[in-house]
């Protein structure tokens, strides 16, 4: 499985940004997708992910209401739509895809940067 983020970029504090992650390969074998970030000296974090089905959701605390995931199975694509963007929000993003049967992949990753 290959992943493709695009979508970062630099904004303001308060405004919003829209991730995609394109998925190619075994993509059949994909169950759940999401989005992991590192900010600079920091661990990679989870941020959001979603079923296959797309029917069940799970974000961090310091996103939820202000970040939605979603996906299309048939595009093979998963979207974040970044709302009321603060600085703390900086970091690079990684898409990820878990296969059933444990396999994990990840993306290159995109920066998002925001500016106070």
């Known amino acids: 499985v290959q992943l493709v983020e695009s979508g970062g970029g630099l904004v303001q504090a308060g405004g919003s940004l829209r991730l995609s992650c394109a998925a190619s390969g075994s993509t059949r074998s994909i169950s759940v997708m999401g989005w992991y970030r590192q900010a600079p000296g920091k661990q990679r974090e989870f941020v959001a992910d979603?079923?296959?089905?797309?029917?069940?959701?799970n974000y961090a605390d310091s996103v939820k209401g202000r970040f939605t995931i979603s996906r299309d199975n048939a595009k093979n694509t998963i979207d974040l739509q970044m709302n009321s963007l603060k600085p703390e929000d900086t970091a690079v993003y990684f898409c990820?895809?878990?296969?059933?049967?444990?396999?994990?992949?990840w993306g290159k990753g995109t920066l998002v940067t925001v500016s106070s």
């Open positions: 990820n895809a878990d296969l059933m049967g444990g396999l994990g992949y």
């Open positions: 979603i079923t296959s089905g797309g029917g069940s959701t």
